[in-house]
C-alpha cells in the first residue's frame, strides 16, 4: 500500500494567556534576535491594534490578541524553525501568564477518488441512523475525537477530520495536542513541554491520519 | 478547558481563492467578545449606536476590505524530501564543515559536510561560527505558475543567548550538586 503523503501540511503552537498584541510587531522579532531582518522588512502586516496584531513573514503567520497567541507555519515548511520562535519568544517574555499550550499539526490529503473519500466518511461516521430520517446522501462535514490523558494532568489530544477545503476529493486532519499548565510556572512548564515534545507531537499527529486513511482504505 | 486548537478550516466560500496559509488564518478565533462583535458587524447592515467608538472603529478597520493583490497572493509551495539538524564543527575560508544528523531517517549514522557559505542567506552568514546549529532541507518546490524546481537550503537556528541571571542560576545549581557529590 502506498504511503500517504500529505499535499498540504503545517504546524500551529497556540497559546492560551493574557498578552499584549502591541509587543508583538515584526520588528521585536527582529531586534531579539528571533527573525532575520530582510524577513521582517518584508513582512506584511495585516493588523495592528492594541486588542489584535496580525502579520505575516516568508516563513510564518502571527495572530496574537490579548488571550490567545498562534504562530503558524508556511504551508509545507518544516516545523523545527516554530519550535525556535516560540521558545525564544518566551524566553525573552519570560514572565507571561500562560494557562494552557496546544501544538497543532494540520495536514491535507488528497483522495484516490470520490469512491474512497466517501467511504472514509462513511466508516468514520456510519450513515445508517441518518439515512430514513434525512433526504438525500447525507455526508460527514466534521468529525472531533477527543482523547483525555491521565498524564500530564489536564492534557488531551483532538482529532478533527473534515472534507479538505483545498483538495477534491480530499480529507483534512487536524491535532490539536493539548496541555494545561498548572500554578504559577505556567509558561515554564509549557515551554518545557514544547522543548521535549514538539517533535513527537508533529510525528503522531501524521501517524494518525496514515492510521486512519489506510484503516479506511483496507 | 481553554482551546487551544483551530477550529478546522475555513467554511467561507470566499476565502478558497487565498493562499493556505491566510485562509488558515481567517478561521483562527480571536476571544469570543470581538468574535461576536466582528459577526455582528458583518452581518448587520445597521449602525450600532451602543456600541462604543474604539469598538467601532476597531471593527471597522480589521473588516475593511483587504486588497486585491493580499488576497489572491499565492506563495511557492515547498514540499521537503530530506530534513538533516546541522552542528558546525569548524568554519574555513569561504566554507564550514558540520556534523549533520538525519531527521527524515534518523537510523542513519552522523556525517560530516562541508557547506560552502554562499549556500547560506547573507543574514544568516554572521550565525555561522562553531557549535551554531541549522537545518538543511532538500525538497521541490512548485512555483504559483506551477513550476518545480528541486531546491536545498540551509537554515540557522535562531535560539537566544543566555542571560546572566540564567547562567548564575545554573552556577549555583552546578555548585549545590557538586556540593552534594563531594562533601564527604
Known amino acids: 500500500m502506498p504511503e500517504h503523503t500529505p499535499e498540504f501540511s503545517g504546524s500551529v503552537i497556540v497559546l492560551v494567556g493574557s498578552f499584549n498584541p502591541a509587543i508583538f510587531q515584526p520588528e521585536w522579532f527582529a531586534r531579539n534576535g528571533l527573525l532575520p531582518q530582510g524577513e521582517v522588512d518584508s513582512a506584511e502586516l495585516q493588523v495592528i491594534h492594541p486588542h489584535l496584531c496580525q502579520f505575516e513573514t516568508e516563513s510564518f503567520t502571527f495572530q496574537i490578541t490579548t488571550d490567545r497567541f498562534t504562530a503558524a507555519t508556511k504551508p509545507n515548511t518544516i516545523a523545527g524553525p516554530l519550535q525556535d520562535l516560540i521558545l525564544g519568544t518566551f524566553y525573552v517574555l519570560e514572565h507571561t501568564p500562560v494557562q494552557a499550550m496546544g501544538m497543532n499539526r494540520v495536514l491535507h490529503f488528497a483522495m484516490e477518488s470520490e469512491e474512497a473519500w466517501h467511504r472514509l466518511g462513511d466508516k468514520l461516521a456510519p450513515k445508517e441512523p441518518w439515512n430514513d430520517i434525512l433526504k438525500g446522501r447525507p455526508g460527514m462535514r466534521n468529525l472531533d475525537i477527543l482523547t483525555q490523558r491521565e498524564s500530564p494532568k489536564g492534557s488531551s489530544l483532538t482529532v478533527k477530520v473534515q472534507p479538505s477545503l483545498l483538495i477534491q476529493p480530499g480529507v483534512y486532519f487536524e491535532i490539536n495536542d493539548h496541555y494545561a499548565a498548572s500554578g504559577s510556572a505556567g509558561l515554564k512548564s509549557m515551554m518545557e513541554i514544547l522543548r521535549n515534545q514538539w517533535e513527537t507531537s508533529q510525528k503522531k499527529g501524521e501517524e494518525i491520519a496514515r492510521h486512519i486513511l489506510e484503516w479506511a482504505a483496507a | ?184
Open chain 2, 1 to 184: 478547558m481553554p482551546d487551544t486548537s483551530l477550529s478546522g478550516q475555513p467554511l467561507k466560500a470566499d476565502t478558497f481563492d487565498r493562499s493556505f496559509q491566510v485562509a488558515e488564518m481567517s478561521n483562527w478565533r480571536i476571544s469570543p467578545e470581538l468574535s461576536a462583535g466582528l459577526k455582528q458587524s458583518l452581518s448587520n447592515t445597521t449602525v450600532d449606536q451602543e456600541r462604543p467608538d474604539n469598538e467601532r472603529e476597531f471593527l471597522a478597520y480589521v473588516t475593511r476590505p483587504i486588497p486585491k493583490y493580499t488576497r489572491h497572493k499565492i506563495a511557492a509551495i515547498l514540499r521537503p524530501r530530506q530534513l538533516w539538524e546541522g552542528t558546525v564543527v569548524e568554519c574555513q575560508n569561504g566554507s564550514f564543515v558540520a556534523r549533520v544528523i538525519d531527521r527524515t531517517e534518523p537510523s542513519n549514522t552522523d556525517e560530516l559536510v562541508t557547506f560552502e557559505l554562499d549556500e547560506v542567506s547573507p543574514e544568516d552568514k554572521k550565525l555561522v561560527q562553531p557549535g551554531a546549529s541549522f537545518y538543511w532541507t532538500i525538497g521541490v518546490e512548485r512555483s504559483p505558475a506551477g513550476q518545480i524546481q528541486n531546491i536545498d537550503r540551509v537554515m540557522f537556528r535562531r535560539l537566544p543567548g543566555w542571560r546572566a541571571s540564567s547562567v548564575r542560576d545554573a552556577e549555583r545549581e552546578a555548585g549545590s550538586i557538586a556540593e552534594l557529590l563531594f562533601s564527604e
